[in-house]
Structures are given as C-alpha cells and as structure tokens.
C-alpha cells in the first residue's frame, strides 16, 4: 500500500450507466490528481486539485466530473461514457509548499471498461 | 511544452546484468524528476525523486543520476533479478500548475 487507496480496482460499465471512481489519501499531502493512462500512450493528466479547489483541467471532456470534498478525498464521476475512454485511471497526490516539491504518490489505478 | 523521452522501449537480458535505461527531456528548467516502476495493470510505485539541485540519488541497487544541463537522466539497477521486471517510467515536474511530464517508459524483461 503507497498511502493512496483506489475503488473500485475493476469497473464495467455501459455507455449508459452513471459510476463514481474513488480516491482516498491518508498521506497529509494537500493536492490530488487524476490521470489517464491508455495502452501506448504515456499518462495524461485530467485534473489537478489543490487545497481542495481545481486548478487544472486539461480539455478533458464533460462526461468525466472530479469531485474534491475534502483534501483527504478525491472522486471522478463518469456518465454516457464512449468505449475509448477504456483506461486505467491513476490517482495520485503530492505535499506542496513554498518550500518545494516532494514527489507524487499513486493509487493502484481503477481499470474501466466501457461496454 | 516539455517532451520526455525514454530508450530504449524494451529491453530484455539475463538475470545478474548491470543495465543502464535512459530518460531524456527538452525544457531543463524542471524542479525534480521522478522515476516510477509499473507492473501490468497496476498503479505507479515511486523508486527515487531527484531535486533539480541534486545530480544522484541512490536506493538499494538502484541509483539515478540528473544532468539538467543537458536534459537527461540515467537509471542504473544493479545486479538485475526477475521482479525487476517491470516498466519504468521517467517523470520531470516543471511546476505551474503541478506539471508533472511522463516518457512513454522502458519495458525491462529480466529472465532466468
């Protein structure tokens, strides 16, 4: 275990269906992110949240929604998927200060099929 | 906008070699990079994080070393054993909206 919890680890769904990811971080860090990691590409970052407000969203499409309710916790709900957004979704966190950076910490990922 | 580049994309040898893989990126004003291990459909575990002012890190038989001159970055595993088996990947954070740049990683194959 790294610190970062992630649920579901497997998750099939239909074009049609609403599901929630889930990210959990006991860590102490105070920004969380969600990444997409599709075969053959290299990671991509979807959402930055820092002190539990947004700060990035890289164009990603509106069918995916980030929810930060505390900085403990991160959620990504999904609805009317396409069968392209069939990846691994990566969460991770970091400790950010004036004083630098820290590196990141990842979850085990949640690998979403889309039917 | 930052590229990162990882060589090679694969990579198999026998189990007790020394190996070398490689990592490099075009903008150099980076904060610190960070090399990650992956296996199949897993998550990402951090193996060493090295400061922009610092130009190696060692843990175990791993060491990493950072050029940021030059843009590059090595990572060494010593004595190479079959759980090393894995993907690695290099990751450079340029700040600014938490900007961490991923290579398309190195497959390691290490076999009996």
């Known amino acids: 275990e790294t610190g970062v919890t992630q649920t579901p680890r497997h998750l099939v769904m239909g074009m049609t269906n609403k599901k929630s990811l889930k990210c959990e971080q006991h860590?102490?860090?105070?920004?969380m992110y969600w990444y997409k990691q599709s075969a053959k590409k290299p990671l991509e970052l979807m959402f930055v949240y820092s002190l539990e407000e947004r700060v990035e969203n890289n164009s990603v499409p509106s069918r995916f929604s980030p929810e930060c309710p505390n900085s403990s916790h991160l959620f990504l709900h999904l609805h009317t998927l396409q069968p392209e957004d069939s990846a691994l979704y990566l969460c991770?966190?970091?400790?950010?200060?004036?004083?630098?950076?820290?590196?990141?910490?990842f979850g085990s990922g949640t690998r979403l099929t889309v039917v | 906008k930052q590229e990162v580049t990882q060589i090679p994309a694969a990579l198999s040898v026998p189990e007790g070699e020394n190996l070398v893989l490689n990592c490099s990126f075009t903008d150099s004003a980076i904060y610190n990079l960070q090399w990650f291990r992956q296996d199949p459909g897993k998550g990402l575990t951090s193996l060493l994080l090295?400061?922009?002012?610092?130009r190696e890190q060692t843990s175990g038989r791993l060491n990493a070393s950072l050029d940021k001159s030059s843009g590059r970055s090595t990572l060494y595993i010593a004595a190479s054993q079959p759980g090393d088996s894995a993907t690695y990947l290099c990751a450079v954070f340029t700040g600014g909206g938490n900007k961490l740049t991923f290579g398309t990683g190195t497959q390691l194959k290490v076999e009996l």
């Open positions: 991770a966190s970091s400790q950010d200060s004036v004083a630098g950076h820290y590196g990141y910490t």
């Open positions: 860590l102490g860090h105070n920004a």
């Open positions: 090295i400061q922009s002012s610092q």
